[in-house]
């Protein structure tokens, strides 16, 4: 499982430098209204949308948008003067993660307000309003039925899918004391939003490798339908020897994508007897296994390497973004480190130098 690191923190919900404000190509900054709501409409159906306070040349408009695909996710963000707005349903949720500012929503019929720090908001696929007093948060839009097929993915099959069948469907405001370990659950999407924006600024092709739709996506499941993910004791209690189909398909894919949803879904065990099933077995989770299995692909390449062979480039291709990580487990599991392999194999590929005969 990708682990998040502890240094990149909770995002201050003060700080105007928010996750995905300061990616370069999908980042912007506006000074009107019309042409903020102009820029959005690629991801976000924005019908109407103006300020709330008339702008002056005491309070000029001004609002910091960033927007980007992650895998099936679109993800917006805003930071800037108060607006209000009205958005087309379409075929997609949203989930709204506030970073300052109370936002005031309106969906069939419902009055939900959102709080920084405080609440998340989830909207099904239905036209919706909002008027915010400051601008300041992150919108993730996606399918409802991914929620639904993840959530069922973690839950396992041993829960009845009628539990599961009408979640998404109406709208939410999730309040974090009302969550169990709420305080750390909204810590953890914070720390997740900063994650992954790092990624993109430093490792932009990792985020596609990593799969961190699927981790950001799970991360939203837990919150939203906690209730679902208490798994019953006998199911805990499965034999190991069923994973082995799953075991071999890890290994003629470890090349690809591989998201731990996907291994639940292949194996049709819930998430937590998949970790108990790999762990009696390999004595490690599913996806400690699949870096395993990366790290000996690794070796394999770093043991019959080619002209464009580097240890960065294979560090990436196992899922690594420290190049240090990457080496410490390396030599961890195979007692040399990944220079001194390549080291060697090079040697021993190179053709003998030839001293130049001085009579020529």
Not at 7 to 36: I, N, T, Y
Not at 65 to 90: K, N, R, T
Request: hydrophobic residues 40%.
């Amino acid at each position: 499982m990708l682990t998040i690191p502890e240094h990149w923190g909770a995002c201050c919900l003060k700080d105007p430098e928010m996750p995905f404000l300061r990616l370069p190509g999908v980042s912007a900054s506006h000074e009107d209204p019309v042409q903020l709501a102009e820029q959005l409409a690629a991801l976000l159906p924005v019908r109407n949308c103006d300020v709330v306070v008339p702008v002056s040349s005491s309070r000029p408009f001004l609002c910091l948008s960033g927007g980007l695909q992650l895998g099936p996710l679109s993800v917006v963000a805003l930071w800037g003067s108060g607006l209000w707005g009205e958005v087309d349903g379409g075929d997609q949720a949203c989930f709204i993660l506030p970073y300052r500012g109370s936002g005031q929503f309106r969906q069939a019929g419902q009055s939900l307000s959102n709080l920084a720090g405080r609440t998340l908001l989830y909207l099904p696929p239905e036209p919706w309003r909002t008027s915010n007093d400051a601008m300041g948060g992150i919108t993730i839009r996606l399918d409802p039925g991914l929620i639904r097929q993840v959530a069922s993915s973690m839950a396992g099959p041993l829960v009845d899918p009628q539990r599961w069948s009408e979640l998404g469907s109406q709208p939410l405001m999730l309040p974090v004391h009302q969550i169990p370990n709420g305080d750390l659950q909204f810590q953890r999407l914070y720390r997740l939003m900063a994650f992954i924006h790092g990624l993109l600024l430093s490792h932009g092709s990792l985020a596609q490798s990593l799969r961190l739709d699927d981790l950001l996506l799970r991360q939203l499941v837990q919150l939203l339908a906690p209730w679902m993910l208490a798994e019953p004791a006998e199911g805990l209690q499965r034999q190991t020897d069923t994973i082995d189909e799953l075991v071999d398909w890890i290994h003629a894919h470890c090349h690809q994508p591989i998201s731990l949803s996907e291994l639940e879904q292949r194996s049709h065990y819930s998430r937590r007897s998949l970790q108990y099933a790999f762990k009696a077995r390999f004595g490690c989770g599913p996806m400690q296994y699949l870096r395993r299995q990366r790290l000996w692909r690794a070796k394999r390449q770093l043991e019959q390497p080619g002209s464009l062979t580097s240890i960065s480039r294979v560090a990436m291709a196992c899922g690594y973004i420290s190049l240090a990580s990457f080496s410490r487990d390396f030599q961890r599991t195979f007692g040399i480190s990944p220079s001194k392999l390549l080291r060697n194999h090079r040697d021993r590929s190179d053709p003998p130098c030839r001293t130049p005969d001085p009579r020529t």
